[in-house]
Structures are given as C-alpha cells and as structure tokens.
Nanobody, 113 residues
Framework: QVQLVESGGGLVQPGGSLRLSCAAS????????MGWYRQAPGKERELVAH???????NYVDSVKGRFTISRDNAKNTVYLQMNSLKPRGTAVYYC???????WGQGTQVTVSS
C-alpha cells in the first residue's frame, strides 16, 4: 500500500521558518519525482515545488529564494524548508508523487502573528 505521510506543520509568525517532511512507503522512492502542493483558504491548490529523482528542483515564483525542496532517498523522505514565511503562505501543504496520483493527507501551516 502506498502511503505518504506529512509532518512538521504548525503555527509560525511571519518571517519564521518551518521544515515539512513527507515519509513515503510502498514505492521505489528514489525513482519518483516528488512535489509539494498547498491549498490556502478559498484558493485553488497549487504546486509549490518539485524535485526529480536526480535532484533537479523547481519552484513557483512566489516562493523562490525562500523555500527549498530536498530529498533523502535513504530515508524515503522529501522535505520542504520554508523560510521567511508570509501570512499568504497559510495553507494545507500536501506531498505528492508527480507522475502518479498519490497524495498525502496534508499538514496545516498557519502563518500569523
């Protein structure tokens, strides 16, 4: 059974940082391009970042320079380091395999003072 389990969300002040983790099981993780999506209240779900099996990354313009996606294939885990967080970053963040439609359950990130 394929499982993606996100963790690391929480409440953070504007300008603060969080690191999200997504632990995968049931897939040959190192072959998968992995992505992070988010869905803010009243907005469409958007792709935030993805990372290929070889480590090539891409980011939505709004997070470039602030977020970093990475992976540890030995741990079957993908990370999203989020720095300089803004209130508009408040959303449920989801881990996803990019070419297969496997989703995690999401982790809530709230950026507020």
């Amino acid at each position: 059974q394929v499982q993606l389990v996100e963790s690391g969300g929480g409440l953070v002040q504007p300008g603060g940082s969080l690191r999200l983790s997504c632990a995968a099981s049931g897939i040959f993780f190192r072959l998968y391009t992995m992505g992070w999506y988010r869905q803010a209240p009243g907005k469409e779900r958007e792709l935030v970042a993805h990372i290929t099996s070889s480590g090539v990354t891409n980011y939505v313009d709004s997070v470039k320079g602030r977020f970093t996606i990475s992976r540890d294939n030995a741990k079957n885990t993908v990370y999203l380091q989020m720095n300089s967080l803004k209130p508009r970053g408040t959303a449920v963040y989801y881990c996803k395999t990019m070419l297969s439609d496997y989703w995690g359950q999401g982790t809530q990130v709230t950026v507020s003072s």
